[in-house]
């Protein structure tokens, strides 16, 4: 994959929602909730404050959490991506 974040952006595999509940059943498309947890898969450089480089806290391979509706969603080599601004991200899980 040649995706390259800029700046403090970061480039999310979104993990795919259950498809099945905990009681067994199983759930159409339609009512799968939108996943909040993905897999770091490239993360930007950082961004400038006060004319200093600050580097990102996330880096590829973390599992995090994110806003449901954070980030912009892009499609590589048919597989469903996130880019985030790493202040979007809420955990490293």
Known sequence: MNIKPLADRVLVK???????TKGGL???DTAKEKPQEGEVMA??????????????EVKVGDKVLYGKYS?????????D???????DILAIV
């Open 71 to 79: 980030g912009t969603e892009v499609k590589v080599e048919g597989q």
């Open 26 to 28: 199983y759930l159409p």
């Open 14 to 20: 979104p993990i795919e929602a259950a498809e099945k």
């Open 81 to 87: 991506y996130l880019i985030i601004r790493e202040s």
């Open 43 to 56: 993360v930007g450089a950082g961004k400038y404050d006060d004319g200093q480089l600050i580097k990102p």
